[in-house]
């Protein structure tokens, strides 16, 4: 080790770990992009011309300490990526996305305990939390078949294979909503003269009814916001909003903004907002509604695309989101893609069979599907979305036909 070793820690070991000051810092300056790290040393890395993986030691103890500094002030332009090679990072496990992207940062890390892991010591670093990872798997519960209401469930694979129907728990009802929430779980929630809710695990499990909070109404939509936390809103005459904490709590009724409207979709965009678009009050609309990332919902934005209602909607990509299907008196086939900064670009020609009133939910962390519908009777049919926004032909239905159910991303494993 080179330089006066000063203000040491003592490591569980009984030796001494080296501050900033007494660190090794190693001569090469970092430019591949992936490097293995070793504790005790300080690094130059230079992501010039590329995105850096950064992996830490499989093994550490306490007051361990590693030091990187951005060589050539382009963390900004490509990030680094730290893997922390099984053990936790601030309190998450490495299955969580740690990055940092600031021009000219440093980032000073020190290894606590096998609870928090490693943890920065600068301010600015210690702001960047941890970022889960992506859900993995999809579900669509409830709805009709076409003459009643059902409860039965089809789970999603992480490559987007539906499963064949689970016996349904619950009330049964339809024209329903579904969201993530809590990172890796989904909620059911509300429906045809219904303000039950149902949560579902991890696993896809779908729990018994929970009592309901706010006003009954169908047709609403739903999806995630702020990162675990989730909302509901408008429904058939109604432009009210309920929220969800990240346990599955459902919040009174929020006063409504926007015009009122039922059959309409919502999806996740720019990583913690959310975008309700279309449906229908007394006339099929192209209106939509951003939600900021503490659920607050916004005043009208005059529509983008072919007016209509029955669409489904979900996110891709990893921070972007589609709308696709719908009936204005015929029924439709077209999409329309949202960016991560909410603005809906106009139709894309459709693919797949034309219908309504179907169901969407992402899947494998950045692609979606659109499942089931109605065409001249209910169907099972999927389009799966590649993570550009690419719908495919239509893939055999399997479980029964239905339409107005839900549908909402779990889990994070695939």
């Known amino acids: 080790m080179s330089g006066t070793v000063v203000n040491n820690t003592l ?3 009984g030796g001494i770990a080296a501050t900033a000051a007494g660190l090794n810092w190693v001569s090469t300056v970092v430019t591949a992009s992936t490097v293995t790290v070793e504790s005790g040393n300080g ?5 010039t011309s590329n995105t850096c993986t950064i992996t830490l030691p499989s093994s550490a103890e306490k007051g361990d300490q590693i030091v990187f500094v951005d060589y050539a002030r382009t963390w900004g332009t490509n990030k ?4 922390s090679n099984g053990l936790n990072y601030q309190g998450q496990d490495d299955s969580y996305t740690v990055e940092y992207n600031t021009d000219g940062q440093s980032l000073n890390i020190v290894y606590s305990d096998a609870t928090k892991g490693w943890i920065p010591l600068d301010d600015d670093a210690t702001a960047l939390e941890p970022v889960a990872p992506p859900t993995q798997r999809g579900i669509f519960g409830f709805g009709s078949n076409g003459s009643t209401s059902i409860n039965k469930t089809n789970l999603v694979s992480s490559s987007g294979v539906v499963a064949t129907d689970t016996t349904g728990v619950g009330t049964a009802r339809s024209a329903l909503a579904a969201t993530n929430y809590g990172g890796d779980k989904a909620i059911f929630a509300y429906g045809t003269s219904s303000n039950l809710s149902n949560l579902v695990s991890n696993s896809g499990v ?3 009814d929970t009592t309901g909070v706010g006003t009954a109404r169908a047709g609403l939509a739903a999806a995630p916001y702020g990162e675990d936390k989730a909302i509901f809103g408008y429904g058939a ?15 009174s009724d929020t006063t409504g903004v926007g015009t009122a409207r039922g059959y309409l979709g919502a999806a996740s965009y720019g990583g913690d907002k959310v975008i309700f678009g279309y449906g ?3 006339n099929y609309s192209s209106l939509t509604n951003l939600v900021n990332n503490v659920g607050v919902v916004a005043s009208d934005v005059t529509g983008v695309g072919t007016v209509r209602a029955g669409v489904a909607a979900a996110t891709y990509g990893s921070d972007k989101a589609i709308f696709a299907y719908g009936n204005d008196n015929n029924n439709l086939s077209m999409s329309n893609l949202v960016n991560n900064v909410g603005v809906v670009a106009s139709d894309v020609t459709g693919v797949g069979t034309q219908r309504y009133r179907l169901s969407a939910t992402s899947y494998g962390g950045d692609k979606a599907l659109f499942g ?8 099972s049919m999927t389009n799966l979305v590649n993570n550009s926004g690419v719908i495919a032909a239509d893939v055999t239905g399997v479980g029964s036909a239905q339409w107005l159910a839900g ?8």
Do not use: E, H, M, Q
């Open 11 to 13: 490591r569980d070991s």
């Open 43 to 47: 690094y130059w890395i230079n992501t």
């Open 80 to 83: 680094i990526i730290i893997d």
């Open 206 to 208: 779908v729990a018994s």
């Open 237 to 251: 005459s109604s432009n009210l909003s309920n929220l969800v904490s990240n346990s599955g709590v459902v919040a």
């Open 280 to 282: 229908y009050a007394s």
């Open 372 to 379: 089931f519908g109605y065409t001249s009777s209910v169907v």
């Open 407 to 414: 549908a909402a991303t779990f889990s994070y494993s695939a």
